[in-house]
């Protein structure tokens, strides 16, 4: 459903609006503690959706608001999937949204730090494993 919403025969212009439109209506949506058991089921159900916009959300075209959007989402994203042990996927999501938020905020911002904590936790713990 959210591919299909982005992938649309619709202009670049109004599928830059809908992309920033799912990505914020997900991360209203998504619970804000990855570590609580509660939230869990709920992440489980969304966690497609929030790949499925990731996936297709280009925050390269230089809209600063998919950009901006993105990058908060890649940090929740990456967060969930560390605390669930698929530290890869976690890395991945982690990183782009450190590099996101770096180019748009810089890398002393409070977001761009939380960030790039994130992922060196999530690399540290794929480092553990080995």
Excluded: C
Excluded at 22 to 50: A, C, E, M, Q, Y
């Amino acid at each position: 459903m959210i591919s299909a919403a982005v992938q649309s025969g619709v202009s670049a212009t109004d599928r830059t609006a809908t992309a920033v439109t799912l990505i914020r209506l997900l991360r209203s949506t998504l619970p804000g503690d990855t570590k609580n058991p509660r939230s869990w089921p709920r992440w489980r159900s969304l966690l497609p959706h929030v790949r499925a916009v990731l996936n297709l959300a280009d925050p390269e075209t230089g809209e600063n608001q998919v950009a901006q959007a993105t990058f908060r989402l890649n940090d929740r994203i990456g967060s969930y999937l560390a605390q669930h042990g698929q530290l890869a996927p976690a890395i991945s999501y982690l990183g782009r949204g450190q590099t996101l938020s770096a180019s748009i905020l810089g890398p002393d911002h409070t977001i761009t730090r939380t960030i790039t904590n994130n992922l060196a936790a999530a690399k540290a713990g794929h480092d553990r494993r080995g």
